[in-house]
């Protein structure tokens, strides 16, 4: 019998923290994170009194985590303030049974299964982290602790770490995990279309096996956040690199993870089902053999009212969602469990620097004053959600800033106005039309309606300015993504931030846009790179903040992107499914929760 714990989501500001790498790709929902000290949203009076609504969020503090065994308290919906996200989790973990088989329904298809390989969104994420393992994983106090990897230390300098791996794991075809391995996957880590660019803006120049289990990573600069990288699949999940260097798309077809289940059948854009590993390496601190179920199918529903309709009819055992309108629409439902998070993953969209007029910094300041944040949060259900967001950090987050919330600006449709009227009437302006020719801007958002409304909000401010012709343009979420990385986009809707440490996101983010798929407004800015760097050069907490701080400024200060607020996301479930909340680190530490809409469904079973 596993005791039931009340967890306090407050963690301390460490000093070196590292965090989950963040896909940070897909629609750009808009919701937002409040600060704990401004809780005043109304009760959510409109939720079902047999929902269960447990918090996920964990907002670092100055205090220190606590765990009170014993308590079997519910938070019941009706008793949750919308948008407080200073409260604490409530786990009920009941005896833990084997068995069982869960259908999980996602927002799209996992288009490859390749951590080296393919893009890895949220829907992927849940598929990857069912057959593959991290070396490294966050826990609910925003540290991050060894996975796969027993240990792992710096030098002096934080250009080498060296990692220790656990005996004795295997992959699923009965291969062990070797630090050869590890060294082994780095040349197809250089070459992977997603890896790439990880090993770039990481600055990996080479990783040696030492001995059986020792690896050494090598880094061509300092880099404290690197622990961080080894929970992204991208570097962090092995796979058998002979198998993947002789047949990549066999290995797509047949991936082979050190996971808690293994494929057994994968019908794209209709359905992939997993199945336990009985040799599975793992166990809970309590002594539990890892997994518990018995089989997981994963379906792909992008539509957010056909998915939550699913799982309401029990057609579908639970579901995911980015979405604040659907949250909304989960809360108002009885006998489900709802299990969210908010943490860093700012909704907004970027705009492409490169391409007229938005290379004109007038322009871009003149689109982001008259965006109104309030009117996007409520386009996209967020109201009592969500608060407007300034930067990629929540309020609660350490790396929260005064200067960067204050370096963003107000809804002002006046003075964007007049900056509009200042770049048309320029004669030597870049777009190449006459004076006083409206400006021509094309603003590209996923199809979901909730986007689609956030969208139309942005396009009748624009376009009320009489300076700005507006095309609306909708791609599937995969098209969405590759247009982002493929520079074919002017205002484009995006998510910003994540779990991870600052430094690994903003390193790829403000590299030079010749090198690097991930500076999406293809902004070169030697300060941001500089100030990156420093923070990256030391695990001193004030200093990091202070640079990080710097380049959120700038990023506004440039009007490069725009935030509507934190996304927040939700796993609801059917009342029999439990664990999703209460995931452990071999170590036995609580892990982070739900970010992206992660579920860790090896520590997930159906009560009888």
């Known amino acids: 019998m596993k005791q039931p714990r009340r967890v306090s ?16 790709c897909g629609g750009g929902d808009d919701s937002s994170e409040p600060s704990s000290t401004d809780a005043s949203a109304a009760t959510a009076g409109d939720v079902g009194s047999d929902s269960t609504v447990v918090d996920s969020t964990e907002p670092p503090t100055t205090e220190s985590p606590t765990t009170d065994a014993g308590s079997d308290d519910d938070v019941s919906a009706g008793d949750v303030a919308e948008g407080d996200v200073d409260t604490s989790i409530v786990e009920n973990v009941d005896t833990v049974t084997y068995g069982g088989d869960i259908i999980v329904a996602l927002e799209a298809e996992a288009q490859g299964l390749r951590p080296w390989e393919d893009a890895a969104p949220s829907a992927a994420l849940n598929i990857l982290h069912a057959i593959y393992d991290p070396l490294m994983a966050p826990t609910a106090d925003g540290a991050f602790e060894p996975y796969l990897a ?17 005996p004795d794991v295997t992959f699923s075809d009965g291969t062990p995990l070797t630090a050869q391995t590890i060294a082994d996957m ?9 890896a790439s660019a990880a090993v770039s803006s990481v600055g990996l120049i080479g990783v040696d096996a030492i001995d059986d289990l020792e690896v050494v990573y090598r880094l061509s600069a300092p880099n404290s956040a690197f622990p961080s990288v080894l929970w992204n699949p991208t570097l962090g999940m092995p796979f058998v ?21 293994t494929l057994e059948s994968r019908d794209l854009d209709n359905e992939t089902i997993v199945v336990r590993r009985d040799d599975y390496w793992m166990a809970t601190d309590a002594g539990d053999q890892l997994p518990y179920l018995d089989s997981i199918s994963f379906r792909p529903i992008p539509d957010e009212s056909t998915r939550l ?66 009117g996007l949060i409520d386009a996209t259900g967020g109201t009592g959600i969500s608060l407007p967001a300034t930067q990629w950090f929540s309020p609660d987050d350490p790396f929260w800033t005064q200067e960067a919330a204050d370096a963003y600006p107000d809804f002002d449709f006046d003075l964007g106005v007049a900056l509009l009227e200042e770049y048309v009437n320029d004669p030597g302006r870049s777009d190449g039309k006459a004076t006083g020719e409206p400006i021509d801007v094309t603003l590209s958002c996923p199809p979901d309606p909730t986007l689609i409304a956030a969208m139309q909000v942005m396009e009748q401010v624009w376009t009320g300015s009489g300076l700005v012709n507006v095309t609306l343009n909708q791609f599937d979420q995969a098209t969405h993504i590759s247009n982002a990385i493929g520079d074919q986009h002017l205002a484009h809707c995006w998510r910003w931030g994540g779990q991870s440490d600052p430094g ?8 030079d846009p010749a090198e690097s798929v991930a500076n999406f407004p293809n902004y070169l800015s030697p300060r941001m790179q500089e100030a990156v760097a420093a923070a990256n050069a030391t695990d001193d907490f004030e200093e990091r903040r202070a640079l990080f701080s710097q380049v959120m400024q700038e990023i506004s200060n440039e009007a490069l992107l725009w935030y509507g607020g934190h996304t927040a996301v939700m796993i609801a479930t059917a009342d029999d499914v439990q664990g999703l909340n209460s995931w452990e680190l071999p170590s036995g530490s609580l892990g982070i929760g739900i970010p992206d809409a992660l579920g860790i469904w090896s520590q997930v079973f159906v009560s009888p």
Do not use: K
């Open 150 to 166: 027993e240990s792992l230390e710096p030098n002096a300098d934080f250009t080498e770490w060296t990692m220790r791996l656990r």
């Open 309 to 374: 309709d699913a799982l309401i009819s029990g057609s579908v055992t639970a579901m995911t969602t980015l979405r604040q309108g659907t949250i909304r629409d989960s809360r108002a439902q009885s006998g489900l469990t709802l299990v969210e998070f908010q943490g860093n993953n700012t909704g907004g969209g970027m705009f492409n620097t490169a391409i007229a007029p938005l290379d004109d910094v007038r322009v871009r300041r003149a689109l982001l004053s008259m965006i109104n944040q309030d």
């Open 186 to 194: 780095f040349p197809i880590q250089q070459t992977g279309a997603t």
């Open 241 to 261: 690199p002979e198998l993947a260097a002789a047949d990549p798309a066999g290995y797509n077809a047949n991936p082979i993870g050190t996971g808690p289940f």
């Open 9 to 24: 989501t407050r963690a301390a500001a460490l000093a070196a923290v590292v965090a989950v790498v963040a896909a940070s």
């Open 504 to 511: 690994v996101m903003l390193s790829s983010f403000v590299a």
